[in-house]
């Protein structure tokens, strides 16, 4: 029992890092689809394709579509209205006011919050050094804000903002998942929330379209190469099966340790964007950053 649940563990660790090198780079994917789209249309496109994988998955595997009761359907709603509903929605929001590094940067403070949920919902233990950690990551957040300027009707700031709200979404998922994911393949809730997700984004993007008169323009992206190959990245691989890992690493490890694989995301977003959209980091970025990330390493290596 305790080889299958180390190998369990190992699996999730694995999955997790995996997962955060998809996710730093679809920040990147983001900002280029969204040059093409609304958010709105982005959203649906995501999904549709993750959608289309999905179903492709069922139908050649031996899986099948999975039973899910009423009551277990609630569940998982419950947990969808988090991620990717709002998760998704408020980073698709978030990238238009703000650089993706940046974007990344602030993600990184998630394992914080996360830690802080943990130990008051889920009774996760913390150490004086990861409550240190805390200190120096939110630090590092607030001095990007100061640096960035306080005035609300700064872009940045609107965006950033965006971005600190889909991070409290992540992190709702995480404490609510670890408590619901247990009693669930991961398999089946990765396909009812991407599901899910593709129904409720393409009728809101298609509801725009039909007050707005110009149903033609939700598929007018398609015709480019750039937004194709976007949209499939953050469909297939940073929606479908970064879902699959993490709802897999939740039925196997604390919430707080899923959490603090993010550490991984905000440096490949930073490279991501300064190599693929020639963004430029200003200085007090970068040592934000760095007060961020030292904070969130301290949460995993001062966990005893």
Not at 136 to 157: C, D, H, P, R
Not at 174 to 194: C, E, H, P, Q
């Amino acid at each position: 029992m305790n080889a299958r649940k180390k190998n369990r563990e190992t699996k999730s660790y694995i999955g997790m890092a995996l997962s955060m090198l998809i996710i730093g780079l679809s920040f990147v994917f983001v900002k280029m689809a969204l040059k093409y789209a609304s958010p709105s249309d982005v959203l649906a496109h995501r999904f549709t394709a993750a959608a289309v994988c999905m179903a492709a998955v069922c139908a050649v595997g031996r899986t099948g579509i999975p039973h899910i009761s009423k009551h277990q359907a609630g569940q998982l709603l419950l947990l969808s209205v988090f991620y990717p509903f709002l998760f998704f929605a408020l980073q698709t929001a978030g990238l238009q006011y703000t650089t993706a590094s940046e974007a990344g940067i602030l993600s990184a403070v998630m394992p914080v919050l996360t830690l802080i949920a943990a130990a008051l919902l889920l009774k996760e233990k913390s150490t004086w050094g990861q409550v240190a950690g805390i200190v120096v990551s939110i630090g590092g957040i607030l001095y990007i804000f100061y640096k960035n300027g306080v005035a609300v009707q700064t872009e940045s700031l609107k965006g950033n903002l965006f971005i600190i709200a889909c991070v409290l979404a992540n992190v709702a998922y995480y404490i609510l998942g670890r408590r619901i994911n247990k009693g669930f393949k991961a398999a089946d809730i990765t396909f009812f929330m991407v599901l899910a997700a593709c129904v409720v984004f393409n009728a809101m993007a298609l509801f725009q379209h039909s007050a707005n008169g110009d149903m033609g323009a939700f598929l007018k992206p398609l015709i480019h190469g750039e937004f194709v190959f976007s949209v499939l990245y953050l469909g297939v691989l940073s929606s479908l099966v970064t879902s699959l890992f993490s709802n897999y690493a939740l039925s196997a490890i604390p919430a707080s340790q899923v959490a603090a694989f993010t550490n991984l995301s905000p440096i490949v977003t930073i490279v991501g964007g300064a190599l693929i959209l020639d963004e430029q980091l200003q200085t007090y970025q970068i040592v934000g950053g760095l007060l961020v990330i030292a904070g969130v390493l301290a949460t995993m290596l001062f966990k005893k």
